[in-house]
């Protein structure tokens, strides 16, 4: 058991890992935004490297072991790619220039309560508690991190926009645990960042992004100038790249449960290095309601009890027992 519990421990550690991963494409696609990037260029240059890094990649490793994946699960891959990345960008994206970003923030993190629902009334399976309390500590804390009282509007577009971004959201975790043992991560990774870009295409127009600041240009970055180049790289080897293939395998063998829940201190990092790199303020707010997102994720990534009768069929424990 302690074995077990051990291994767990380390994909629990790679969540984390690779939320700070991601945390990082928001103040690092910040400053490609400032000089003339289009939120959704950023976005298509992030995925589209990373799929000219991994499909080849793909291909050499897996070789015939790769047509046979994509034969077995090309379905699942394809919804991976349109609605767990591309989709899930966009719908977020334009969430944030419609409502004030923490809201766009909160609604899109209202996904792991998604993903309870989904699995307590659709599945039909019991959900456990410290689950469902973790992930409602952690979203009462996002909302005091992002203050989300301040400049409340109502754009109908905005809010079905940041209601479709969760729903995108939850699909994303829930494909991921739903892939385990259909293809492996790179296959899934690889698959599903080729298709965002080439769906992404036709919204970014990538023939329109001021290339010449991404190739000789300075950018705005930890109160002093970088090349252009240099968030372009970060974007794709570590908000991509390492973010994508950690999550992926960290999800596979926690559940889109936990995943969900541990993706809250995403948030934590994300102001935290905007902190750091951007010189934005962290207040009292931002620190209490860090440490409750914290909290949340920390409870909702417990083993369930055995008492407890909500922690039976518990899709997590099954996919641990059988690695």
Known sequence: MSATWSRRGLWLL??????????????????????????DQAAWLRLTGAALVLVPTAVLLRGRGLIASLKASWPYLLGYGLVGMAASQTLYFTAAQRLPVGVAILLQFSGPLLIIGWIRFVRRRKVPRTAV?????????????????????????????????????????????????????LVM??????????????????????WHVIVSGQVRLDGGSVPGWFPTIWLILISAIVAYLGEGAAVQRLSAVVGGAVAYVEVVFTALIAW???????????????????????IAQRPPDPADPSSVAHPELEVLHKK
């Open 276 to 298: 750091a790199l951007l010189g934005e303020h962290l207040g009292v707010a931002q620190i209490l309601g860090g440490a409750m997102v914290l909290t949340g994720a920390f």
């Open 133 to 185: 309390v973790g992930v409602l500590i952690s979203l009462v804390g996002l909302a005091i991190v992002v203050e989300v009282w301040a400049g409340i509007g109502f754009d109908l577009v905005g809010v079905l926009a940041g209601v479709g971004s969760a729903g995108c959201q939850a699909a994303y975790f829930l494909m991921i645990e739903g892939l385990a043992g259909m293809t492996d991560v």
């Open 189 to 210: 990774t690889a698959t599903g960042t080729a298709v965002a870009s080439v769906s992404l295409t036709f919204v970014a127009l990538p023939w329109t992004i001021p």
């Open 14 to 39: 790679l969540a984390v890992v690779a939320c700070a991963a991601f945390a990082g494409s928001g103040p690092f696609a910040k400053s490609l935004m400032e000089v003339g990037v289009a939120a």
